[in-house]
């Protein structure tokens, strides 16, 4: 099958350098630009005759905006599922770094450097955030068939988690994540939980598209 991750467009948040979280608020929203990024997405899609069989989104108004510009001509039912919603920042959200240092100095001292959610009142706690991703990869595996082309619109946090447990890798990478950038996994279902060699046959399991935002140039 083939799964393909995308981001949701530019918010007024990502120009002002303003925490995101899981609460929709109206600085939250997609900017002019964030729609014409999500619109040129959809032409992409056009261009290339890329229809998915299934498509999903998170909840919120930036990525299920995003899914309604880039993918509305597909003319399919867009599933929201909260696994996909992005992760709870709790008293951080809505405000810039400097905004949080001086509304809350011990709370930023603590997390700046260990990056540890738990000194973060409110916020999702970092095994929230991977059961999540858990669910997505579950859902998908469960769910779906090695014929199926699902698309999920969501955010760069969830990604990261998702990205990470598709790898298996017990670490969270730390990646820069673009708006409508898109990351495509092909998954050989039926082999994904082989304990033979298969698991090292690289024809089962690629990276197609990690990141990848070319829809913009």
Not at 22 to 39: F, H, M, P, R, Y
Not at 120 to 142: F, G, N, Y
């Amino acid at each position: 099958m083939r799964l393909i991750l995308i981001r949701h467009g530019e918010t007024y948040a990502n120009l002002s350098m303003r925490w995101s979280g899981s609460k929709d608020l109206k600085v939250t929203d997609l900017t002019e630009n964030g729609k014409d990024q999500a619109k040129k997405l959809g032409q992409w899609f056009q261009d290339q005759k890329f229809i998915p069989t299934h498509a999903y989104h998170s909840p919120q108004r930036r990525a299920r905006n995003t899914a309604q510009l880039a993918g509305g001509h597909w003319n399919l039912k867009m599933t929201a599922t909260d696994y996909l919603k992005e992760t709870g920042a709790g008293i951080f959200e809505g405000l810039t770094w400097k905004e949080i240092e001086d509304k809350y100095p011990k709370e930023a001292e603590l997390f700046r450097d260990s990056r540890d959610w738990s000194y973060i009142p409110e916020a999702e706690s970092e095994e929230e955030r991977r059961s999540r991703a858990k669910k997505v990869l579950s859902l998908i595996l469960q769910n779906h068939s090695n014929e199926d082309v699902v698309v999920m619109f969501c955010h760069a946090g969830i990604i990261q988690h998702i990205v990470s447990v598709i790898f298996e890798s017990p670490k969270l990478w730390g990646i820069n994540i673009h708006n409508t950038a898109l990351f495509e996994f092909s998954i050989d279902i039926n082999n994904w939980n082989t304990s033979t060699r298969e698991k090292f046959n690289p024809t089962l399991w690629r990276i197609i598209h990690f990141n990848s935002n070319s829809h913009l140039n």
